[in-house]
C-alpha cells in the first residue's frame, strides 16, 4: 500500500507540474493565436453543415424526383428490403429503413431523414418508375444518359434507364461485358451488389 501511496503522490506531482507548463504556454502568442484560429474554424465548420444542410434541403424540395426501388437490406429469407430512392437528387428513404433497425445515421442520412420526416413528397412532375435497382448503378446509368441528354424529361428518361437495365441482363453473364461496363459507368470497382433478379422492372 505504502507502495502505492508513493506512486500516488508522484502522479499528482507531475500532473501539477505538467499542467503549470500548458498554463505558461496557453499564455504564449502563438499558442493564442492556435486556440483563436481552432475556435473561427470551428464556427466556420458549424456554418458550412448548416449551409449544407440548407442546400440539400432545397434540392429535394425542388426536385422532380424520379424514384428507383433499392435494395436496402436483405431479411433472414434473402427476401430484399426495397425503397424509394431519386436517380436525381439522391433522396434516399432506405434511411427510415435504417432508424426503424438502429442504424446509425451519416450526416448526409441524417439530412435526409429530417427532410422526409417533415415533408410529405406530392409533386405532381415526381415518377416512381417501378423500377428495382442498386442505388449506385441506377445514379450511374442517369448521369450517364444525362450527360448526352441534358435536356430530357422524367419519362423518357425512365424509358433509357430500362432499355439500359435490359441490355444489362441480357448480358448479365458476361463478365468482360460487366467489366467493360464498371469502367464506362465509372461505377465502384468492387461493385458487385446487383443481380439479374433485383433490376427486373414491371
Ligand atoms: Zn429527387
Not at 432508424?99 to 412532375?125: A, C, R, V
Not at 467493360?180 to 433478379?197: A, C, D, E, G, Y
Request: hydrophobic share 30%; charged share 25%; net charge neutral.
Amino acid at each position: 500500500m505504502k507502495q502505492e501511496m508513493q506512486e500516488y503522490e508522484r502522479i499528482i506531482n507531475l500532473s501539477n507540474e505538467i499542467q503549470t507548463q500548458i498554463a505558461r504556454l496557453e499564455n504564449t502568442d502563438l499558442i493564442k493565436q492556435y486556440l483563436e484560429l481552432l475556435h473561427q474554424n470551428q464556427k466556420l465548420l458549424q456554418k458550412k453543415k448548416e449551409l449544407y444542410k440548407k442546400i440539400k434541403t432545397e434540392e429535394y424540395s425542388s426536385c422532380d424526383h424520379l424514384w428507383i426501388e433499392t435494395i436496402t437490406d436483405y431479411n433472414f429469407l434473402k427476401t430484399p428490403f426495397h425503397y424509394c430512392s431519386c436517380v436525381k437528387c439522391g433522396l434516399d428513404q432506405g434511411v427510415v429503413y435504417s432508424i426503424n433497425h438502429g442504424k446509425p445515421l451519416s450526416f448526409e442520412q441524417t439530412i435526409m431523414y429530417n427532410f422526409l420526416k417533415k415533408h410529405h413528397i406530392d409533386n405532381p412532375n415526381q415518377i416512381n418508375s417501378n423500377i428495382k435497382c442498386d442505388f449506385s448503378l441506377a445514379t450511374a446509368l442517369y448521369k450517364k444518359i444525362e450527360e448526352n441528354h441534358p435536356d430530357i424529361d422524367n419519362i423518357t428518361m425512365q424509358k433509357y434507364i430500362q432499355t439500359a437495365l435490359d441490355s444489362i441482363r441480357q448480358n448479365e453473364n458476361d463478365t468482360q461485358e460487366k467489366e467493360n461496363r464498371i469502367k464506362r459507368l465509372t461505377l465502384n470497382p468492387n461493385f458487385n451488389k446487383w443481380h439479374s433478379r433485383d433490376i427486373v422492372h414491371w
